[in-house]
């Protein structure tokens, strides 16, 4: 079946720690996402991709980087510099030239920072 | 530039009464608008879309939702909840022409609780 993974479903991490979050797509779509989810705050965007080798900021991309070297793949990490990493994220695609802009999602990953 | 208000973050509703979910968006072009669900650690999933064809929209799990553009609402309906009702929807908008920053515009989303 066509769809989004996200892994690992759970982390925890120490402070200081970079960790990467996995997220691979078969539905062949061009455009990926990144989104975080706090309680009451809905979804905001990190980090969003087009077409591959190219990506761009969202609102809240600080303390966040990702690559696309892959149509599939679109991985984010969480780096050391993030302050307040424990959050929901979840990743999502969307077939660019559909101006319909429905995206598909992941599973999501919930960071926890100890 | 888009936005979307969610009225109220939480509704409680009993069992086979009504559910009415508010929203109202902001768009300076023809807006596409969506409700989503999401249910405890799970993405989202979509349960309707307006794209500007019919102004009343007919969605999964009996929910629909109508385009209300001189009320800027697009407001989501089920005439009779269910316990498996129970989550939290979004509602979403984007720009019908080209593409914006992040795709869609999400409001704070709505938790739904549903009593026996």
């Known amino acids: 079946d066509g769809g989004i993974t996200q892994s690992p479903k759970y982390l925890f991490r120490k402070e200081g720690q970079n960790v990467t979050l996995s997220c691979e797509q078969n539905?062949?779509?061009?455009?990926m996402y990144w989104y975080r989810q706090d309680p009451g705050q809905g979804l905001r965007l990190i980090y969003y991709?087009?077409?591959?080798?190219?990506?761009q900021k969202g609102d809240i991309a600080e303390g966040y980087s990702v690559s696309r070297e892959k149509k599939e793949s679109f991985p984010l990490t969480v780096t050391s510099a993030q302050k307040n990493p424990t959050a929901f994220y979840l990743c999502?695609?969307?077939?660019?030239?559909?101006?319909?802009?429905?995206?598909?999602f992941g599973e999501g990953s919930r960071l926890t920072v100890l | 530039a888009q936005s979307v208000t969610q009225l109220g973050s939480h509704v409680s509703v009993s069992e086979g009464a009504l559910v009415l979910l508010r929203c109202n968006y902001s768009s300076s072009v023809p807006p596409y608008l969506f409700w989503y669900v999401q249910y405890p650690n799970q993405g989202l999933q979509l349960l309707l879309k307006y794209t500007s064809a019919a102004t009343l929209v007919k969605g999964i799990n009996g929910f629909e939702a109508e385009f209300k553009k001189s009320e800027t609402s697009f407001h989501l309906t089920k005439p009779s909840a269910h316990m498996s009702d129970a989550a939290e929807y979004f509602c979403?908008?984007?720009?019908?022409?080209?593409?914006?920053?992040?795709?869609?515009?999400f409001g704070k989303g709505t938790k739904l609780s549903v009593k026996p």
């Open positions: 979403a908008v984007s720009a019908a022409y080209g593409g914006s920053q992040g795709n869609l515009i």
């Open positions: 991709s087009q077409i591959v080798n190219d990506f």
């Open positions: 999502a695609s969307s077939s660019s030239g559909r101006i319909t802009g429905e995206l598909f």
């Open positions: 539905l062949n779509h061009d455009a």
